[in-house]
């Protein structure tokens, strides 16, 4: 046997002593140490004939070789005259130490022996690079001396120690089925304490420690202790060792484990290639296999006209197939693998053979060397340089590539994310791997050039926030430094060329990234308190609070816009009770706008909302606990709009998250532009700034009053005039259709009009029930505006789609009360019914609809409906008017139908409710207030153009007012009456012409009729009917004339009177 290294420090261990005590041994170049142990030893020994010890011996051997003289029998020389000799029967070397450059031994046991628990929990380990075994090395200084001891001895026909347990299975090694569960199992003969499970994969110098995880689950009993591996794969096989104390020594069990392979751990290179016929000259197949502690053999099918060979590589083992001769057909080749006593593992490889006539992509060399690949078929490419991936490219149907979809990461970014994984998965040490992996993403971030890239480091980051919760472990603030410095430059990547794509192969990627720095930041050591960091995009503030009377909290931003938040002591003091200090964690981070999607719970609907490009993450520790609970007040400054108090909700939409407003509210908005928010709950919070909401305008708020009160004044004259002339103005049906329908729109309207303009006058919020009153009327009153105005667009429709064809005027009525009341009711009600429950009828602070949830879409869903189907009467109408007439001049015609156009804009619109149209220009507009303005002005009065175009533009209307007006003044009626029939005599002579000739009868036969009117007027004012009293002119009427004059007298009496007035 020969030493590493002289000198050589050895402790014996002695057999039974013949004689009575035990002397001190020594040799050449004893120590002082070794002669005060063998002192101790002789004064413990007693005067006992026979006894077992142990003595300290230190000899240098400076050949490096052991003397012979070691196995024999040694005597010992007299420790002092009056000492009788001693003999000592056998010698066992136990420890085998090197003496370094300073004195310091390394010291390691010989098989046999092992070092005392007791000596282990005070030495530091050597960490020899021969002994990964976790007590096998340790360092002892100069002064200090120590050995092995004999472990207990096992069976007798055994040279090895009796262990205090055992490893089952039984067996060395077993071949473990991929996707099964692994359970070792330690059976206990004594009692164990500081039980630790390791695992040393292939090719591995040193063991990984086991923890809970996603797949290593550890119970243990005082019989027994069990480790299983669930859904085992290739990363589980290797040497697992138990490691425990016991009976006061450091005991190790192992068990090598052998995971079998399956096809996906199989690497095909390519896999699928496709060949001209005509200039193939041969190629290459490859299939490569990680280590593993099982032996492969592999044999390809085919393999005629071919090379099989194998070449290893660090980590992999390859098996390459060349083919010196190309197939005549289109062939797929198999790679078998083979181990002894597992199953045969096929890995194809397809190859396309490209015939002429053959439909190909061509060569094409851009940016990665594509070969002529046969439509319909996916071409590959090997990864460029320190990259790990496929790149892939389709060669589409008519022989055109499609673009390229690259898989392709970077090597250190791939084996951080893997490191990350099984830690999560529960190999290794997080309390040092954490801290390593975040130091060293610092230095990736830099060169994140791809998609791919950004989603491994993202990923990463994800990964160790979910180590750290699971694992209950801090971070030291360079760790924490390091994760600030990569969020910041992750924040300022590129949108479209890096988070865009990689969103859409990962949607929650923002969310995930918010998630895992929040719980990354707070979770400093405390002893790293206060800590105060800030970035362009990242900003953090933490400070450690005593557990007697903590103080208010309060952090200022000077970010833009400017932030500021407030935690009250009363939400700090109740944690403060269990005797723990309180740490609080403010996280802000910028540019978070375009990563989160745009999601919004239920509450906020789905209108358009900006946010102002920061978030808020507030976080508070005690006892090692987060606590999710609190008040905190915040002040965003710089919010122009109607703000939103939300926080982000990483459980809504599948997990993708979504800003949510629940335990939010805004507290006021002050004159600097800044939104107080308060929330009852500790998250990630920012607000919601609505891109389509009207800011608060004290001029719109003022033209909404005044529109509002000058419509219901309009209205009220509106009804004033139809009671002066509704006996006169409906005396055919269709005029009478038309005027109901018009009636009972000024009547909703007013109503809405009136409740809308005195809601704000009554106490907001869903337990107020006149503000819920309210809130329903004017939801059932404007849409029973709109439904009567749809009323009579239709009956325009069929006037003017059915010229001939008549209505009966029950019928048409009866319809037009269920679709101006019916309807709306039902829209109305189904809204209260549905929306009330949630609490998600009323708007906030407001007696209307919520504008955040379904329910205002129960109103402007039909408004909008009904605006775009009156919008086509219209136009039906207008076109009706530009059509040509025959009676006419070209002059004549275009003027005339220029003003019938404009006459029906005027009077249809505001009848029909189009201006409401312009509602979609101000939820399109984000710049611009012009719209809103325009929108307040034309619909808050309506009831104004309702009675200018409406009713006062109405000819009969019109004619009976001024009946009505001359009714009261009869000379000035007879005067008009005597002016009619001058007029008529003084009226030119007829022309020569026949169009003319025409014109002019025609205008003669009204006048005619006019003052044969007034003339009735006359006789009916002054109570006299009899035709001797009337003024008598001759002049020669028509039967037309006179059928149509008999139209407008009422009762029989008036008829006869007229006839004889006439």
Request: a neutral charge.
């Amino acid at each position: 046997m020969v030493c590493s290294a002289a000198p050589v420090l050895l402790l014996a261990m002695t057999l039974p002593l013949v004689g009575s005590p035990v002397a001190q041994a020594s040799q050449p170049g004893q120590s002082q140490a070794g002669e005060e142990l063998g002192q101790q030893l002789d004064q413990k020994s007693g005067a006992s004939e026979s006894a077992l010890a142990s003595v300290y011996v230190q000899m240098d051997f400076p050949d490096q070789t052991w003397p012979l003289a070691l196995s024999g029998t040694l005597t010992l020389p007299l420790a002092s005259a009056s000492s009788s000799p001693r003999t000592l029967t056998g010698l066992s070397l136990t420890t085998e130490c090197n003496v370094n450059h300073d004195g310091y031994r390394h010291c390691a046991c010989l098989s046999g022996y092992q070092w005392n628990a007791s000596v282990c929990s005070h030495h530091q380990a050597c960490q020899m690079p021969h002994n990964h075994r976790p007590c096998g090395c340790l360092v002892f200084s100069p002064a200090e001396a120590g050995y092995c001891q004999l472990l207990p001895p096992g069976a007798a026909a055994s040279c090895l120690p009796a262990a205090p347990g055992t490893l089952s299975p039984n067996p060395n090694s077993w071949v473990q089925t991929p996707g099964t569960t692994l359970n070792l199992t330690l059976v206990k003969n004594h009692e164990t304490t500081d039980l630790d499970w390791f695992l040393r994969p292939p090719g591995s110098p040193t063991p990984i420690l086991l923890q809970p995880g996603t797949h290593v689950s550890l119970t243990s009993s005082p019989d027994q202790a069990v480790l299983s591996i669930l859904n085992v794969s290739h990363k589980w096989a290797g040497e697992y060792t138990c490691c425990f104390e016991a009976q006061g020594f450091r005991w190790e069990l192992s068990q090598v484990v052998k995971v079998a392979l399956q096809a996906t751990d199989v690497t095909r290179l390519p896999d699928q290639l496709s060949i001209l016929s005509s200039t193939c000259a041969g190629f290459q197949l490859t299939c490569c296999i990680p280590s593993t502690h099982l032996t492969y053999t592999a044999s390809w099918s085919p393999e005629e006209g071919s090379r099989a060979s194998s070449v290893d590589t660090p980590g992999s083992q390859c098996f390459v197939l060349t083919v010196q001769r190309c197939p005549a057909a289109d062939t797929t080749y198999t790679c078998e693998l083979q181990s002894p006593g597992l199953a045969l593992l096929r890995v194809p490889i397809s190859v396309t053979i490209i015939q002429d006539g053959d439909t190909t992509c061509p060569e094409d060399s851009s940016a990665v060397t594509w070969n002529v690949t046969k439509a319909g078929h996916v071409a590959h490419a090997p990864c460029p340089a320190n990259r790990t991936g496929l790149v892939e490219r389709t060669c589409g149907p008519d022989g055109a590539w499609e673009p390229v979809r690259s898989s392709c990461t970077r090597t250190e970014l791939l084996a951080l994310h893997h490191r990350a994984w099984l830690l999560q998965a529960g190999q290794g040490w997080p309390a040092t791997e954490v801290s390593q992996i975040l130091a060293q993403l610092s230095e990736q971030v830099a060169v994140v050039s791809s998609p791919s890239d950004l989603l491994a480091l993202l990923g990463t980051v994800s990964l160790l926030a979910k180590v750290v919760v699971d694992t209950r472990i801090q971070l030291p603030r360079r760790a924490l430094e390091a994760l600030l410095k990569t969020t910041d430059k992750v924040l300022d990547m590129d949108t479209s060329s890096l988070w865009t794509p990689a969103q859409t192969q990962e949607p929650s990627a923002g969310s995930d990234l918010l998630l895992a720095v929040e719980i990354l930041a707070r979770s400093l050591c405390p002893r790293d308190h206060p800590f105060s960091f800030s970035l362009r995009n990242v900003r953090l503030q933490t400070q450690l609070l005593g557990p007697a009377s903590p103080a208010d909290y309060r952090a200022s931003f000077s970010t833009q816009p400017p932030l500021q938040a407030h935690i009250p002591r009363r939400s700090l003091a109740l944690l403060g009770h269990n005797g723990t200090d309180i740490s609080i964690t403010s996280l802000v981070l910028q540019k978070l706008d375009h990563l989160l999607p745009s999601n919004y719970g239920q509450g906020l609907g789905s209108s358009l909302y900006a946010t102002p490009g920061l978030v808020l993450a507030i976080s508070i520790m005690a006892g090692g606990q987060a606590f999710n609970q609190g008040e905190v007040i915040m002040d965003f400054g710089g919010t122009d709009s109607t703000s939103h108090c939300v926080f982000w909700d990483h459980h809504l939409f599948q997990g993708k998250g979504g800003w949510s407003d629940k335990g939010c509210r805004v507290q006021s908005a002050h004159a600097n532009s800044t939104s107080q928010c308060i929330c009852r709950h500790l998250t990630a919070f920012s607000i919601l700034m609505s891109r389509n909401t009207v800011p608060e305008n004290p001029t719109l708020e003022l033209l909404s009053r005044v529109g509002l009160g000058a419509s219901i004044l309009a209205l009220l004259v509106c009804l004033g005039v139809y009671r002066l002339v509704w006996r006169v103005v409906v005396q055919n049906k269709v005029a009478y259709l038309r005027h109901t329908a018009l009636l009972n729109v000024v009547l909703c309207l007013l109503a809405a009009d009136t409740c809308f303009l005195g809601a704000p006058l009554l106490p907001p919020g869903p337990r107020s029930p006149l503000c819920l009153a309210a809130a329903f009327l004017c939801h059932f009153l404007y849409l029973a505006t709109f439904f009567w105005m749809l009323a009579q667009a239709l009956m325009l429709a069929h006037q003017l789609l059915f010229v001939f064809r008549q209505l009966s005027k029950g019928r048409v009525l009866s319809l037009m009360v269920v679709l101006g009341y019916m309807c709306p009711m039902g829209f109305a009600g189904a809204a209260l019914g549905l929306y009330l429950p949630r609490g998600q009828y009323l708007g906030e602070g407001a007696c209307w609809l919520n504008g955040k949830g379904g329910a205002l879409y129960a109103f402007v869903g039909p408004v909008l409906a009904i605006v775009g189907v009156n919008g086509l009467v219209l136009a039906m109408a207008v076109l009706k008017l530009l059509r040509p007439s025959l009676s006419e001049g070209p002059q004549v015609k275009k003027r005339h139908a220029l003003l019938g156009v404009i006459k029906a804009l005027l009077v249809l619109t505001p009848i029909f409710g189009l201006t409401w149209g312009l509602g979609l220009a101000t939820l399109l507009e984000e710049v611009s207030i012009i719209p809103h303005y325009i929108f307040t002005i034309l619909n808050t009065t309506q009831g104004v153009f309702i009675l200018l175009f409406g009713c006062l533009m109405d000819k009969k209307v019109r004619e009976a007012l001024l009946e009505r007006f001359c009714r009261t003044q009869s000379p000035n009626s007879t005067i008009s009456l005597v002016s009619c029939w001058l007029q008529i005599l003084g009226s030119p002579a007829e022309s020569s012409l026949p169009e003319r000739r025409q014109a002019q009868l025609e205008a003669k036969r009204r006048l005619g009729l006019s003052c044969r009117m007034s003339m009735f007027q006359v006789l009916t004012n002054n109570g006299d009917r009899s035709p001797v009293r009337a003024v008598r002119v001759r002049l020669r009427m028509t039967p037309t004339s006179q059928s149509t004059v008999e139209e407008e007298v009422k009762t029989p009496g008036e008829k006869q009177a007229f006839l004889e007035a006439v």
